[in-house]
């Protein structure tokens, strides 16, 4: 954030304080199932919290004999069934949260690193990653708010795809596979100038909007450990990425039949930068839920996609869908909990 400071004393040196931590945008669940209210440690409290009422604590969930998890969480589920014994032996019995250690390392359709779901969370004990974006903010040429969204979305995907990521020997593999072993965090910084020509030189992947009249430009990177960015990032501000649409019907504009949409919650008001964020949680999740035919042609079409503000009445259609939901963590400018943002894309319905 924007730090600020008084008027200094003649005689003293201003004092040396430490600098804020980031703000963070945070996946804390992720359902397949009908959205409900989540319920945390008191409304607006708290960094998380509860499971979905009228379900029991987190257990193991089956379906098409294949343990839906992800790497250390499971799936939070609306409308419970109490699951059925699975083929063979279970090799090791479930903890607290309904972790099976030594289960296989993949992600499964609908999950997410991020639900709350116990203090003894075995992601909480990994190292805590963050995936730094960076968004070029000139000062006579600021992109548009919906074209940032979705610029944002598709550098997300950018990278979970990139070589450098997916590789065995990868040079980011590793930072990536770290990443996803703990809470999925990412947090928007702003830059321009010189601050951006030293953050364009680090290791990373620059993604270019799709508008026709100053499009967004926003450099990816790698995930780096929460408590060590580098100078060249760590420098850069996170408040100030307040941005408009020159043409305000962009946020509902009508979308070409067959192009994933990334529905925005129309009841949050979040600024872009955590709108920003939100989309490309979104993308990834929706990433994770497809199958392999439906992401090779997603990736072959450069990851096309829209994000949409949603009507009151079709996001209560989207929550109700049992497509992938987006629900933050609570660090900045919305209530732990909040949906945000819901990934609609036509192999997700197979899917599922």
């Known amino acids: 954030m924007d730090d600020h400071q008084g008027p200094r004393h003649p005689a003293r040196a201003a004092p040396v304080l430490p600098e804020p931590d980031p703000p963070l945008s945070t996946i804390t669940r992720v359902g397949i199932a009908p959205l409900r209210p989540i319920r945390g440690r008191g409304e607006g409290q708290g960094r998380g919290g509860g499971h979905v009422p009228g379900c029991p604590p987190p257990l193991r969930v089956w379906r098409d004999r294949t343990l839906i998890r992800s790497r250390g969480s499971l799936i939070q589920c609306a409308a419970w069934r109490a699951p059925p014994s699975p083929p063979g032996p279970d090799p090791a019995p479930a903890d607290a949260t309904g972790y099976r250690p030594g289960a296989a390392r993949s992600r499964p359709p609908g999950c997410h690193t991020g639900a709350v779901t116990s203090p003894e969370d075995p992601r909480d004990a990994a190292p805590q990653y963050v995936l730094p974006l960076v968004v070029r903010l ?14 944002s979305a598709r550098a997300v995907l950018a990278l979970l ?31 321009r100038g010189a601050e951006w020509r030293r953050a364009a030189a680090l290791p990373g992947v620059t993604v270019h909007g799709t508008a026709e009249e100053n499009p967004a430009e926003l450099r990816v990177f790698p995930p780096v450990p929460l408590d060590a960015w580098p100078k060249e990032l760590s420098r850069l501000q996170v408040s100030g990425t307040a941005l408009t649409d020159p043409r305000p019907e962009a946020a509902t504009a009508p979308v070409e039949p067959g192009v994933p949409v990334l529905w925005v919650n129309p009841e949050l008001e979040m600024s872009t930068g955590k709108a920003m964020a939100q989309t490309g ?18 990736r072959e079409n450069g990851f096309r996609l829209a994000v949409r503000t949603a009507s009151r009445r079709h996001w209560a259609e989207l929550a109700a869908s049992g497509l992938p939901v987006v629900q933050d963590a609570g660090f900045t400018e919305i209530a732990p909990g909040s949906a945000t943002v819901i990934a609609e894309h036509a192999g997700l319905a197979s899917a599922h």
């Not at 000139?138 to 610029?151: V, W």
């Not at 949680?281 to 997603?298: M, N, V």
């Open 138 to 151: 000139e000062r006579a040429t600021p992109p548009a708010h919906t074209d940032a969204l979705e610029t």
């Open 161 to 191: 795809t990139d070589e450098r990521a997916t590789a065995p020997d990868g040079p980011w593999t590793a930072a990536v596979e770290a990443w996803q072993d703990a809470r999925i965090r990412k947090v928007v910084r702003r830059a």
């Open 281 to 298: 949680h979104a993308a990834q999740l929706a990433w994770w839920a497809l199958p392999d035919t439906e992401r090779k042609s997603w």
